[in-house]
């Protein structure tokens, strides 16, 4: 297998995400393509004992798409940059899947230039792989590739959740869920209303509507489906969330003499709490329904993070994801297929 | 002054929320009407030294609206529930303001049913007053009371949001905020870009767009604007990032023994967590743009989060702040009026 990894876009300098596709293709046995500055390339690959052959190989850029550029602006305008280079090349089939930890939108606008969305899917959506206290990841699909949504589209967001999890997660009979504001039917914006009711007449598992606050905690599903533009902020207030606690102990730490005492006793709960809840680290989310395998890291990506994104992408052609959507819900059974 | 409590619709016996009731009129110099079971109301009082008269008085009720109730069905419904006989006093004019722990939806909806909305208003909204790590609370507006919007109630939202936080938290010059998914003014969907927009142009203090990840620990504005099913799935997602990291912690502790020791210590610290993020005890929300005071208070509100949420109203009250909606954009100056 071989993977396309762009090494500029990233917040990280291109040598630290060099590292990722290098243990990546020690590990898990994978030629890597990068798609970046070739004297850094070959630099990085010299200082870590490689060299230039079958298993590691340049797509040369000399332009960078920033995570500041406007995503449609930058794909028609940077022609010569690592994303724009890199997606041209996974199209010609140059490699099996294309990761990124640049610029999300511009990685999903060229994604759909470049390799077009798979005919059975009215829309890509972007999914994410959030931790959870108890049991398995739950998925969530779509956090941010489209900003307005028609009930269809959460339906293809659906099939393509309930689809990962089974082929992916291993998860034989995924329960799904619709992101509301209550529990019963009749709640929601007009939209979340109308999904509902394509959702429930579906063959996929939908057990109805499910509410921020106790998903990661009670994990009530397998795959929550949304638009992105409230799964964007869905993930985001989580986030916040989190972060206010984190920062309120913190603080409250350094104001009681007693309490350093205590944070230093705890210093591994903390360190769990990182592990479980940092779902920056759990590889990316996976761009589903374009015509080729994309995966979108964490801008703040390091080596382990790039390695974990490309092993993402990997189980993904392994599992031919693409080839699964393009059936549609005609190729959707319960029990797999 | 003189405020309507409805006693029967919360997840706590009438009894407790008679209390907090009381302890408003003790410490606030509030005439109380309680809406409610008679008997229950006298018994409460009678066990707390006080009687009925000018100080305490009842609207009698027979019917309760739950907190499963359909909104719609139940204000049509049960005609003899505290909530519809407190919101129709309360329209006679026989009190002040409204405050109700009930079921959130059939509180909106009866208050505009029975009260009406303030006609330069398009659309009432739920305001929820947020902690932050940093300086004063954080208003967002609508949390919930309206499920579809359009950029002109977005706008409403904005200029009920500002006037609060000047008449009430008095900052003299407040900074708004859209909620979005990224600063830019091209973000998110097309109701967020047409509201942007129309705030930009506006002489309400606009400073863009904000994104919900660091809006508790930055504070970067004082009032954040959004529609009510953003702004419930908003509100929800924070808790449910907070409940995460406070779960993971207690589950990491209960397995380390130095953690246990460790947790003792930081007691303090999480109480200070509980004081400073559990924005359920700040008072309930007030629901602005109906004709009339009315202030929601959380389902789980004990006697204390009534007496303060019995306050929330009395300020309202005291800053005549639906005199002051009801000149709309008119009535607006950046610098009072």
């Not at 899917?121 to 792989?129: E, N, S």
């Not at 063959?203 to 409230?230: A, I, K, M, W, Y």
């Not at 080596?303 to 005609?330: H, K, P, T, W, Y």
């Amino acid at each position: 297998m071989r993977i396309l990894l762009d090494v500029m876009g990233g917040d990280l300098p291109p040598r630290e995400l060099i590292q990722g596709g290098i243990a990546a293709s020690r590990n898990q046995s994978i030629d890597i393509v990068f798609a970046g500055d070739s004297l850094t390339i070959e630099t990085a690959l010299a200082g870590a004992g490689e060299r230039l052959g079958e298993r590691f190989s340049i797509v040369a850029s000399t332009d960078v798409v920033t995570m500041d550029d406007h995503p449609v602006s930058a794909v028609r305008e940077k022609k010569n940059s690592s994303l724009v280079l890199g997606l041209e090349a996974l199209r010609r089939g140059e490699a099996d899947a294309f990761v990124s930890p640049g610029n999300t939108g511009a990685v999903v606008v060229g994604s759909i230039f470049a390799l077009g969305r798979i005919a059975a899917i009215p829309r890509p959506g972007l999914l994410a792989v959030l931790p959870t206290l108890h049991g398995p990841d739950v998925l969530v699909i779509d956090v941010g590739a489209n900003t307005d949504c028609s009930p269809d589209h959460l339906e293809a967001f659906a099939l393509m959740g309930a689809t990962y999890a089974r082929e992916i997660l291993g998860i034989a009979q995924p329960r799904l869920g619709l992101l509301n504001i209550g529990t019963e039917e009749t709640k929601g914006n007009r939209m979340a209303q109308e999904a509902f009711a394509l959702l429930h007449s579906s063959s996929l598992g939908f057990t109805g509507n499910v509410e921020p606050h106790h998903l990661l905690t009670d994990r009530p599903v397998d795959v929550v489906v949304c638009d992105g533009f409230v799964g964007n902020i869905f993930l985001k207030s989580i986030e916040g969330g989190i972060s206010a606690v984190t920062s309120l102990l913190k603080k409250s730490i350094i104001q009681n003499a007693f309490a350093k005492v205590g944070a230093l006793l705890l210093k591994r709960a903390f360190s769990d709490v990182r592990q479980v809840l940092s779902y920056e680290r759990h590889g990316g989310a996976p761009l589903l329904g374009v015509d080729g395998t994309v995966v979108i890291a964490h801008g703040r990506s390091d080596a382990e993070a790039i390695e974990s994104a490309i092993d993402v992408a990997r189980r993904q052609v392994d599992a031919r994801l693409v080839v699964r959507f393009g059936r549609g819900m005609q190729g959707w059974t319960r029990n797999g297929g």
